[in-house]
T-cell receptor, first 111, second 113 residues
Framework: ELKVEQNPLFLSMQEGKNYTIYCNYSTTSDRLYWYRQDPGKSLESLFV?????AVKQEGRLMASLDTKARLSTLHITAAVHDLSATYFCAVDMEYGNKLVFGAGTILRVKS | DGGITQSPKYLFRKEGQNVTLSCEQNLNHDAMYWYRQDPGQGLRLIYYSQIVNDFQKGDIAEGYSVSREKKESFPLTVTSAQKNPTAFYLC????????????FGPGTRLTVL
């Protein structure tokens, strides 16, 4: 059974600081997704990582995938308040048929 | 505008009642999915469908049923057999292409009274 673990589960950070969220998974997969969820809202797709060594960047967020280590990271650079949300990673088990989600990381950026 | 719609946004159910949650998409996506989200947790897959008239159980299908009679629609029925149905339900769809990003609807919050 695939397990997806995120850490930390809660992150409080100051504006302007950098930090990394980690996503570990337990079985082989080379497809990983990052989503953002605002309170009471749906999920918004951030990144799709499809191969070992994939790196994607959008604004202050950068995601990477190491399939050999079964690890993805979401790096936050110079955090701003608007980045406050819950971030989920999801690992693809069956070529889009089945995503297994981590528990989510609640990010709070304080001014 | 293309997108995924879910209705209702909020739903209250008495114990012992069946309720049906609606999910419609006009993205021409082949695949559709239902997830359940409990407070402070990730999403868990209930059912998914790759094509019309076909669907598969996910990890927590007990107490739920679905149908896929049209490409655009994938309704979820929460039956009285589901012992703890209070949760946030999210529907998603994907194009089944090389990059199968799932796009999510706005969700339905179901509360059992």
């Amino acid at each position: 059974e695939l397990k997806v673990e995120q850490n930390p589960l809660f992150l409080s950070m100051q504006e302007g600081k950098n930090y990394t969220i980690y996503c570990n998974y337990s079985t082989t997969s080379d497809r990983l997704y990052w989503y953002r969820q605002d309170p009471g809202k749906s999920l918004e797709s951030l990144f799709v990582l499809l191969s070992n060594g994939a790196v994607k960047q959008e604004g202050r967020l950068m995601a990477s995938l190491d399939t050999k280590a079964r690890l993805s990271t979401l790096h936050i650079t110079a955090a701003v308040h608007d980045l406050s949300a819950t971030y989920f990673c999801a690992v693809d088990m069956e070529y889009g048929n089945k995503l297994v989600f981590g528990a989510g990381t609640i990010l709070r950026v304080k001014s | 505008d293309g997108g995924i719609t879910q209705s209702p946004k909020y739903l209250f159910r008495k114990e012992g009642q069946n309720v049906t949650l609606s999910c419609e998409q006009n993205l021409n996506h082949d695949a559709m999915y239902w997830y359940r989200q409990d407070p402070g947790q990730g999403l868990r897959l209930i059912y998914y469908s790759q094509i019309v008239n076909d669907f598969q159980k996910g990890d927590i299908a007990e107490g739920y049923s679905v149908s896929r009679e049209k490409k655009e629609s994938f309704p979820l029925t929460v039956t009285s057999a589901q012992k703890n149905p209070t949760a946030f339900y999210l529907c998603a769809s994907s194009p089944r292409g090389p990059v199968d990003t799932q796009y999510f609807g706005p969700g339905t919050r179901l509360t059992v009274l």
